[in-house]
């Protein structure tokens, strides 16, 4: 008679077990990992979209900065160009000034002409008026430097 070896079946259906749940684990890290990666996938496409929006906002900011940089340029320009023309309208001013002052002392001299020579007395007051009646700032000052110089020129006082 021959006996059969006893195969344990216990030991077996245990190790199957075993495997079936080790399976199942694998199977649920698998998942959770499926997951985590979709998740990352969601936030890596979130951050690219953010990245983009920033990416465009400075490339806009960069144009509006480079439209105000030239903006500003020409504003420069301009307001160069305005201060030249002011100092150009003072100084024209101011020479217009200076020659009627010239003008003043000559019409001075001629209504101090008499028969025979200067009234000097004459002409020192035409002087001494047109001084008190001339502006002390502005371009109008420039009369009294010239009204000095040349009535001293006329009545022969080195100056």
Known sequence: MLTEPAVDVTGDGTLAQELLNDLRAAQAKLEAAREDAASLKVLLALRTHQHDLAWQDVQRLTAELEATRARTSALEVD???ARTSAASADSV??????????????????????GRAL???????IIARAGR????????????????????RVLGIPG
Request: glycine share 8%; proline share 4%; hydrophobic share 40%.
């Open 93 to 114: 001013a101011e020479a217009d000034e200076r020659t009627e002052a010239v003008r003043t002392v000559l019409g001075a001299v001629l209504d101090s002409i008499g």
């Open 119 to 125: 009234d000097r007395r004459r002409f020192q007051e």
């Open 79 to 81: 307001l160069a160009e």
């Open 133 to 152: 009646e001339a502006p002390t700032d502005g371009p109008g000052a420039a009369r009294h430097a010239v009204l000095l110089t040349e009535a001293r």
